[in-house]
């Protein structure tokens, strides 16, 4: 078993300069957590990334690197690794998901491109490939991927995780239909799909349940395949690294030199790549008015400004550039003066060391993002302040702010605001630095970058492992299974009705027991041995006309009513939310006119199933969201069902009902048949030895074994019929 991380960049860089070949080994937080992640459980790491050095190259120096994981590079042809990464990486999915919808520069060559470099990926990850390994993939390059490698290897444990924000629906929609559900059914591929917050979470689940129709349970997405399950892991820093870093020798020497050049003046520091996101402009603009209205700070402050190079080949990034060049001599100019810069500039990048220098001489970190997934600056300038000394000013829009508490935080388009805080900070006494500094750094010393990969990759295995792993009822199962059911002594039959007994039909009235279902139910519960029970989602009066003859159990409404001898509601008082509910949904009917409402006791539900598909599809996306929205804080649950959306108490549940009232222990073997999201409520708690569930249909499911259709069951039924007749 191995671990195959794939990222945009390989944490390996060739370099030709004139005849000699530099390589670098990247020592990144992710490259450093996975490989510590990797040791400790004992698993091979392969890293898969896009070369940036040709084949031959590679060949050359490939065993020259010290190896403590393998390299897989994936050499892209230069014009489609352009359209793939400039175009549609970062021309469309960088700005709109950072909510830069203007700045999108969307074209069907680039969105072509971009599934073409995924496939390419893909098959160099299945070359690899070997069962039990997990695949880790990151970013947004890679979002088809996930369901890339599941087409090639269905069992695969694979994890997806997200490094920049995922934007809400209303952003998320402006894409292409094409591109939309290609990157949702890709992330759906994965098994874990993650992101740095709980905003990101719900804002992909929404948009898969909108976009895609798929409705998720705590984060849950069930497909045919396996499960996805969406959650919030915030990416964090080596801690130990950065605060260890003040102590050494370089690091104190060229601190010593900063402070020196700089003497009595305040030093407020920033650092990024040079991109539209990282608020770079606002955050100019407000140290200009912060000197506009605290002049008595001039000459006492300086601003040490590092941008790195990147991303320069595509447009925007050089008008962000000359932009904010032009702001830094404006503001120099009509500010400064010969004995006194303002805004001290560099657009190259530093050394560790250097930037763990210029960390600890800052009085203020300055981080104004307008929009930022993590931002790890912030985090790794809280935990290399071992001095304790020094204010953190956060953007809120940054995922950092959610986890760091104690930092000033700024709305970055208010640049007043900004000002007021920089004023703040700067004033701010050394116990109230230390006192902020220490209980960020207590935080981050816990949730460092080893925890968040060892998190991520538990859960990957974790979530793969409790994946449906029903079994076809067929062979040799499904003798063994009989062998088990002539055996038992005292046995105990669950079984939904509709898509279970009967098939769907246009209406529900119309979909009634045939003669076969009622003979198969009447043997069935002939024999002393066993208790048949209906256990269903419709109405009583339905259950009672076509099977109250029968000597079965009965259970109507999802679990709120049940017929032992006489129907008796398991709830109490009526809802009151009924009504609301009936008006809101017959808004839906007068506007799909083929829809229809139905009324139960315990809820309502409304009937798309005749409807234009797609008229019908959208229709129910918009009622749920009403719903969700409308029944906050009532007793209800919404169900988003097979062509249905149903709105019932939350005490009118199968699984609840049959514990309370059926599952009473004295059975020797249970078995239950259902075929929809309800009657997983009922499998879930089947998880004794003699406990059987079988899930009639497609679809991801806690079921032990599957049946896929209603012929089926019957055939079976009839088959547990024979054998009860063998008894005899
Ligand atoms: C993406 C997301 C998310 C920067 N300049 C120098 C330098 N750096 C290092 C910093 C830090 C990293 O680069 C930048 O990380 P950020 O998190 O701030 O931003 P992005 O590059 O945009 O990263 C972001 C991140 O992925 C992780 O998930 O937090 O939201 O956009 O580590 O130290 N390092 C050195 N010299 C420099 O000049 N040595």
């Known amino acids: 078993m191995k671990i ?37 459980s004992n698993v091979n790491l392969t890293w898969v990334g896009v070369a940036d050095f040709d084949k031959t190259t590679w060949e050359e120096n490939k065993d020259r690197y010290e190896k403590n994981f393998e390299i897989e590079p994936v050499f892209l042809d230069k014009q489609l690794n352009r359209q793939f990464y400039n175009v549609f990486s970062n021309s469309v999915l960088w700005a709109l998901f950072h909510y830069f919808p203007s700045f999108v520069e969307y074209t069907d060559y680039g969105f072509e491109a971009y599934k073409a470099a995924n496939e390419i990926v893909a098959e160099k990850i299945n070359s690899i490939y070997e069962p039990g390994d997990i695949v880790w993939i990151h970013d947004y390059h890679f979002l088809g991927l996930p369901k890339l490698v599941r087409e090639y290897h269905p069992d695969a444990k694979i994890g997806f995780f997200l490094h920049i924000p995922f934007p809400n629906f209303e952003i998320f929609r402006i894409l292409p239909n094409k591109a939309k559900k290609y990157i949702l059914e890709g992330i759906l591929g994965s098994n874990v799909a993650g992101f740095h917050t709980w905003d990101n979470t719900i804002h992909f689940t929404e948009c898969v349940e909108k976009i895609m129709g798929i409705p998720h349970k705590n984060f849950l997405f069930s497909q045919d395949s396996h499960r996805t399950k969406a959650g919030s892991f915030p990416i964090s820093i080596d801690f130990n690294k950065f605060y260890d870093a003040f102590d050494k020798e370089r690091v104190i020497a060229l601190r010593d030199e900063i402070k020196e050049l700089y003497g009595d003046k305040k030093i407020i520091f920033s650092v990024d790549r040079l991109d539209y996101t990282k608020g770079i402009t606002n955050r100019l603009n407000a140290f200009e008015k912060f000197l506009q209205k605290y002049p008595e700070w001039k000459e006492k402050v300086v601003f040490l400004l590092v941008l790195v190079p990147s991303r320069e080949e595509i447009k925007k990034y050089g008008e962000r550039k000359r932009m904010i060049e032009l702001n830094i001599g404006r503001i120099n100019g009509n500010m400064g003066n010969y ?80 000002a007021d805080k920089l004023y703040y900070s700067l004033n701010m006494e050394e116990e109230e630095q230390a006192r902020r500094l220490e209980r960020m750094q207590r935080y981050l010393q816990k949730h460092d970058v080893f925890r968040w990969a060892s998190r991520f990759l538990e859960e990957t295995e974790d979530i793969h492992k409790r994946d449906s792993k029903a079994k076809a009822l067929h062979g040799e199962e499904r003798d063994l299974f009989l062998q088990k059911f002539e055996n038992a ?138 719903l969700k929205n409308y029944m906050h804080n009532t007793p209800t649950q919404i169900i988003d069902g097979n062509k249905v959306i149903e709105v019932k108490h939350y005490m009118a549940h199968k699984g609840t009902t049959c514990k309370n009232n059926v599952l009473c222990g004295e059975h020797d073997f249970v078995i239950a048949f259902g075929d929809d999201k309800t009657d997983e409520d009922l499998f879930e708690l089947l998880t004794g030895e003699n406990e059987y569930s079988v899930k009639v249909g497609k679809g991801n499911t806690a079921a032990r074994y599957r049946l896929e259709s209603v012929e089926e069951v019957l055939a079976f039924l009839k088959e547990l019929e024979k054998s009860l007749e063998f008894e005899k």
């Open 339 to 418: 004995k006194w810069t303002p805004i001290v500039y560099q657009y190259q990048s530093v050394d560790f060391d250097k930037l763990i220098a210029l960390y600890t001489s800052a009085d203020v970190a300055l981080i104004s993002p307008v929009r930022d997934g993590m931002n790890l600056v912030a985090k790794e300038y809280v935990a290399s302040r071992k001095d304790l000394r020094g204010a953190l000013i956060l953007s809120s829009m940054a995922g950092a702010a959610k986890e760091l508490k104690e930092a000033i935080t700024i709305n970055p388009f208010d640049a007043e605001m900004i």
């Open 489 to 626: 002594e005292k046995r105990l039959l669950l079984l939904d009705f509709d898509g279970t007994l009967v098939n769907l039909q246009a209406r529900p009235e119309m979909a009634v027991p045939g003669q076969d279902v009622l003979e198969t139910l009447a043997h069935l519960s002939a024999d002393t041995k066993n208790e048949v029970w209906i256990v269903s989602g419709r109405n009583r009066e339905f259950l009672q006309e076509h099977l109250g003859h029968l000597n079965i159990g009965m259970i109507a409404e999802h679990g709120g009513y049940i017929k032992n001898t006489e129907w008796e509601p398991v709830i109490t008082g009526t809802p009151e939310w009924k009504e609301q509910v009936i008006d809101i949904m017959q808004d839906y009917v007068d506007t799909n006119v083929e829809s229809f409402v139905e009324v139960k006791e315990f809820g309502v539900a409304w009937h798309y199933r005749n409807v234009d598909e797609k008229q019908g599809f959208n229709a129910s996306r918009e009622l749920l969201m009403l």
């Open 4 to 40: 195959i991380t794939v990222s945009y960049r390989l944490p390996l860089s060739i370099k030709k300069q004139k005849q000699k070949v530099k390589i670098t080994q990247s020592s990144g937080g992710l490259a450093t957590a996975i490989l510590s992640y990797s040791e400790k």
